[in-house]
Antibody
Framework: EVQLVESGGGLIQPGGSLRLSCAAS????????MSWVRQAPGKGLECVSV???????YYADSVKGRFTISRDSSKNALYLQMNSLRAEDTAVYYC???????????WGQGTLVTVSS | DIVMTQSPDSLAVSLGERATINCKSS????????????LAWYQQKPGQPPQLLIY???TRESGVPDRFSGSGSGTDFTLTISSLQAEDVAVYYC?????????FGPGTRVDIK
């Protein structure tokens, strides 16, 4: 059974850094396309980063140069390193597993990141 | 970037009645080489992650009740709930996956009248 469990969220001051983790089970992270999707309070969904099975990475313009997606095969985990955080980065961050590289068909429960002084 | 729009923003439907949600993309999401529409529909209930309902515009995900159906092609798509149940109260999002960072519509809230 596929399971995704995010962690690492919390309250952080503007300009600070945070690393989110997504622990995966039931499949191999490095063999699949995965993403981080965020949802600001009361707002819609935004895909902020994608990593392909081959290792190519992609970022939304809103986070490019500040966020880095990565994975660790030994831990079977996905990460999102977030630097230079801004108030507008406040959101629940979900990790997602793609079906055959097309659409996300499994989601974690999310981890809340709050950027505030 | 492909911009997704949805209408209406919200709707209230009586139990057992039909609910229809529209989704429009700013450019086609129909990939000509395989004749597939790169369009998915998700349901999100409060405090929960999105749940996949429909992919390839009209293919129902395993376990999704058959009262949910998707249609459309190119730039115009529809999600229909044929007979609204209480458990269908949620926000519904369309998403294009034609581009790598698939963009979502703003969502449509469905409530019981």
């Amino acid at each position: 059974e596929v399971q995704l469990v995010e962690s690492g969220g919390g309250l952080i001051q503007p300009g600070g850094s945070l690393r989110l983790s997504c622990a995966a089970s039931g499949f191999i992270v490095s063999s699949n396309f995965m993403s981080w999707v965020r949802q600001a309070p009361g707002k819609g969904l935004e895909c902020v980063s994608v990593i392909h099975s081959g290792g190519s990475t992609y970022y939304a313009d809103s986070v490019k140069g500040r966020f880095t997606i990565s994975r660790d095969s030994s831990k079977n985990a996905l990460y999102l390193q977030m630097n230079s955080l801004r108030a507008e980065d406040t959101a629940v961050y979900y990790c997602g597993l793609y079906n055959s590289g097309y659409y996300v068909d499994h989601w974690g429960q999310g981890t809340l990141v709050t950027v505030s002084s | 970037d492909i911009v997704m729009t949805q209408s209406p923003d919200s709707l209230a439907v009586s139990l057992g009645e039909r609910a229809t949600i529209n989704c429009k993309s700013s450019q086609t999401v129909l990939y000509s080489s395989n004749n597939k529409n790169y369009l998915a529909w998700y349901q999100q209930k409060p405090g929960q992650p999105p749940q996949l309902l429909i992919y390839w515009a009209s293919t129902r995900e395993s376990g999704v009740p058959d009262r949910f159906s998707g249609s459309g092609s190119g730039t115009d798509f529809t999600l229909t709930i044929s007979s609204l149940q209480a458990e269908d109260v949620a926000v519904y999002y369309c998403q294009q996956y034609y581009t790598t960072l698939g963009t979502f519509g703003p969502g449509t809230r469905v409530d019981i009248k």
